[in-house]
T-cell receptor, first 112, second 112 residues
């Protein structure tokens, strides 16, 4: 079964608005990572948040983690057309082979 | 900057052909990974390697094999390509367990 599930599957907003994407997971994690993928390209790492952290910032990105609810959110502030991409959360489980388990992603479209 | 390169961006092969997908990383990373990405299914792990000559099956290893003879190179082999192996293949490498993965640009494989 899918460990990480993103919500919404697709999001379309106007440039300048904030975009929020959510990720839920099922089993205990060591950390959670967010990646971005431009159409037809590889994934680029955005931010990693560990299980003992609640919030992390990187530029216009803000990630929160609520381990009690097994959920995370990615907020992109003051969105730009160049932010148009798919965004994936990926979890590293405490147990197991330390591999990343990806959700199916949120397709974000920023309209100019 | 970490650089992960893949031998081809696009590849067209015929059913039954033996296909080699090559991945090279330039940062002396011990861990390397092969994923495939399909619409609606997200990224799924095929094989990974913790070090030279080491390999472990991921979630969908059937129909694939891998080779890691040198630290910087991780090859994915389709022994006899089939149409259901048409997909986007992504390679990644990682310096430390549980940490960020760095992805190549992907190879879009079409099997006719």
């Amino acid at each position: 079964s899918q460990q990480g599930e993103e919500d919404p599957q697709a999001l379309s907003i106007q440039e300048g608005e904030n975009a929020t994407m959510n990720c839920s997971y099922k089993t205990s994690i060591n950390n959670l990572q967010w990646y971005r993928q431009n159409s037809g390209r590889g994934l680029v790492h955005l931010i990693l948040i560990r299980s003992n952290e609640r919030e992390k910032h990187s530029g216009r990105l803000r990630v929160t983690l609520d381990t009690s609810k097994k959920s995370s959110s990615l907020l992109i502030t003051a969105s730009r057309a160049a932010d148009t991409a798919s965004y994936f959360c990926a979890t590293v489980l405490i147990q197991g082979a330390q591999k990343l388990v990806f959700g199916q992603g949120t397709r974000l479209t920023i309209n100019p | 900057d970490v650089k992960v390169t893949q031998s081809s961006r696009y590849l067209v092969k015929r059913t039954g052909e033996k296909v080699f997908l090559e991945c090279v990383q330039d940062m002396d990373h011990e861990n390397m990974f092969w994923y495939r990405q399909d619409p609606g299914l997200g990224l799924r792990l095929i094989y990974f390697s913790y070090d030279v000559k080491m390999k472990e099956k991921g979630d969908i290893p059937e129909g694939y094999s891998v080779s890691r003879e040198k630290k910087e190179r991780f090859s994915l082999i389709l022994e006899s390509a089939s149409t259901n192996q048409t997909s986007m293949y992504l390679c990644a490498s990682r310096a430390l367990p549980r940490e960020t993965q760095y992805f190549g640009p992907g190879t879009r494989l079409l099997v006719l």
